[in-house]
């Protein structure tokens, strides 16, 4: 049990491990849900990982998102150790040098490459539900949460889209480590199948992602090897198990409320916002930071070497945040930006626009192909907490 540092006080103190909080493999967002202390400051503390923060209160949250003044994004995660291994960029960096990072890789990610790709996506959506629909039952995550996404990204940095069996494992040791893998393993394994892809692209650029951003100057220089492995390293993380994670929640909100199949299904006009309004509803990503100084959050002295972490469910289903949080309502008239699925200010995710894509073809080609489909009675849905919270089984059955 690690010690309580003199800063802390008491009563803040609460034993929470971000990985396996009690009651997340039945709804991980739920689980989270406990941390709400109304009348507290908006953090707790948790001896767990060698003892950290984490905010619970909506507002506390987002400022603590955007304040760069007093936190940094070094440390990547509670995980001791994680961050001194990965070093990846952009995600690592801070202030100019980040800029300077995060500059050609905006560019890469531009909506004119995302808008390219939609004919794509959709009829790798078409190919999986077509093989789907005769069957009349699946399990959503292996049979397609987890490969649309993945095929589509593993196209796009222009590498085998057999090699998702090879990666997949990798992308969830990040986000949800099981301990049978050490850091540098992982990070190993991660640059083992990329150093020969990434020298290739530094050498002769082709039309795939990593190419393009390869292509940008940092600051009006070429990317090193070294800066060019994090910056797969890092694109490929982010990319590996967000969507797949995402769109499987996604999926169980309409098997549970076949009135919002039904309402998409009789007006597609509405699937943008809808797609919005979920993304808003089941948030899965959570961040840290660690501080840079000493500062206050509503009288709590936050040290210079603690670490915060900042959890995306405790924003968007807070009450003060969002009218009755728990109701997925289409006529929101949500602006994406508001909520922290996607977190906010400077490492805001590049992947946003494609992400955001990816579910709406998704919501257009299930609804559009499918019967009415709900969660088989017969089986358990399961889920993991984690940096990336996620489904582990979604069974589905067509009406
Ligand atoms: C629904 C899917 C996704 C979710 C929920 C998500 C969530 C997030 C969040 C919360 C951050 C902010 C991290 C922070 O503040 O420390 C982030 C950053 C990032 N995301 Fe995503 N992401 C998704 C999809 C993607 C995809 C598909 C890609 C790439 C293919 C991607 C690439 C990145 C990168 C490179 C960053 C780092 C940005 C920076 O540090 O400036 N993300 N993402």
Same mark, same amino acid.
């Given at each position: 049990?690690?010690?309580?540092?003199?800063?802390?006080?008491?009563?803040?103190?609460?034993?929470?491990?971000?990985?396996?909080?009690?009651? $997340?493999?039945?709804?991980?967002?739920? $689980?989270?849900? /406990?941390?709400?202390?109304?009348?507290?400051?908006?953090?707790?503390?948790? %001896?767990?990982?060698?003892?950290?923060?984490?905010?619970?209160?909506?507002?506390?949250?987002?400022?603590?998102? $955007?304040?760069?003044?007093?936190?940094?994004?070094?440390?990547?995660?509670?995980?001791?150790?994680?961050?001194?291994?990965?070093?990846?960029?952009?995600?690592?960096?801070?202030?100019?040098?980040?800029?300077?990072?995060?500059?050609?890789?905006?560019?890469?990610?531009?909506?004119?490459?995302?808008?390219?790709?939609?004919?794509?996506?959709?009829?790798?959506?078409?190919?999986?539900?077509?093989?789907?629909?005769?069957?009349?039952?699946?399990?959503?995550?292996?049979?397609?949460?987890?490969?649309?996404?993945?095929?589509?990204?593993?196209?796009?940095?222009?590498? %085998?889209?057999?090699?998702?069996?090879?990666? +997949?494992?990798?992308?969830?040791?990040?986000? +949800?480590?099981?301990?049978?893998?050490?850091?540098?393993?992982?990070?190993?394994?991660?640059?083992?199948?990329?150093?020969?892809?990434?020298?290739?692209?530094?050498?002769?650029?082709?039309?795939?992602?990593?190419?393009?951003?390869?292509?940008?100057?940092?600051?009006?220089?070429?990317?090193?090897?070294?800066?060019?492995?994090?910056?797969?390293?890092?694109?490929?993380?982010?990319?590996?198990?967000?969507?797949?994670?995402?769109?499987?929640?996604? /999926?169980?909100?309409?098997?549970?409320?076949?009135?919002?199949?039904?309402?998409? +299904?009789?007006?597609?006009?509405?699937?943008?916002?809808? $797609?919005? #309004?979920?993304?808003?509803?089941?948030?899965?990503?959570?961040?840290?930071?660690?501080?840079?100084?000493?500062?206050?959050?509503?009288?709590?002295?936050?040290?210079?070497?603690?670490?915060?972490?900042?959890?995306?469910?405790?924003?968007?289903?807070?009450?003060?945040?969002?009218?009755?949080?728990?109701?997925? !309502?289409?006529?929101?008239?949500?602006?994406?930006?508001?909520?922290?699925?996607?977190?906010?200010?400077?490492? !805001?995710?590049?992947? &946003?626009?494609?992400?955001?894509? #990816?579910?709406?073809?998704?919501?257009? #080609?299930?609804?559009? /192909?499918? %019967?009415?489909? &709900?969660?088989?009675?017969?089986?358990?849905?399961?889920?993991?907490?984690?940096?990336?919270?996620?489904?582990?089984?979604?069974?589905?059955?067509?009406?």
């Amino acid at each position: 049990m690690a010690v309580i540092p003199a800063h802390v006080p008491a009563e803040l103190v609460f034993d929470f491990n971000i990985f396996d909080p009690p009651g $997340a493999e039945a709804d991980y967002i739920a $689980a989270w849900q /406990a941390l709400r202390r109304p009348d507290g400051p908006g953090l707790v503390w948790t %001896p767990a990982f060698g003892g950290h923060w984490i905010a619970t209160d909506g507002a506390v949250i987002r400022r603590l998102w $955007a304040d760069t003044a007093n936190l940094s994004s070094q440390v990547l995660a509670v995980v001791p150790g994680l961050g001194e291994v990965m070093q990846l960029i952009p995600l690592q960096n801070d202030g100019a040098e980040h800029k300077a990072f995060r500059t050609p890789i905006m560019k890469g990610f531009a909506g004119r490459h995302i808008a390219a790709l939609e004919s794509a996506v959709r009829a790798l959506a078409q190919e999986l539900i077509a093989e789907l629909k005769p069957r009349g039952a699946c399990d959503f995550m292996p049979d397609f949460a987890e490969i649309f996404p993945v095929h589509i990204f593993l196209s796009m940095l222009g590498v %085998p889209v057999e090699d998702r069996e090879r990666l +997949r494992p990798l992308g969830a040791q990040l986000t +949800r480590p099981d301990g049978t893998m050490g850091v540098v393993e992982l990070r190993d394994a991660v640059d083992d199948y990329l150093r020969p892809h990434v020298r290739q692209r530094l050498a002769a650029p082709g039309e795939d992602l990593l190419s393009r951003i390869l292509a940008e100057p940092v600051q009006g220089r070429a990317w090193t090897l070294d800066e060019a492995l994090r910056m797969a390293r890092n694109v490929l993380f982010a990319g590996l198990d967000t969507v797949a994670a995402m769109v499987g929640m996604v /999926a169980m909100h309409l098997a549970r409320y076949p009135d919002d199949q039904r309402l998409l +299904r009789g007006q597609p006009d509405l699937i943008p916002a809808a $797609a919005d #309004e979920l993304m808003r509803r089941y948030p899965s990503a959570s961040v840290s930071r660690n501080a840079v100084a000493d500062f206050e959050v509503n009288g709590v002295t936050i040290k210079a070497g603690d670490i915060v972490y900042l959890p995306s469910m405790l924003h968007n289903l807070d009450p003060a945040c969002f009218d009755q949080p728990e109701e997925a !309502r289409f006529d929101r008239g949500l602006n994406p930006i508001h909520h922290t699925t996607f977190g906010v200010g400077a490492h !805001r995710c590049v992947g &946003a626009g494609l992400a955001r894509m #990816e579910m709406i073809v998704f919501l257009e #080609e299930w609804l559009g /192909a499918l %019967p009415e489909f &709900a969660i088989d009675p017969a089986r358990p849905v399961t889920m993991k907490a984690g940096n990336v919270g996620t489904l582990t089984s979604l069974p589905l059955i067509w009406k």
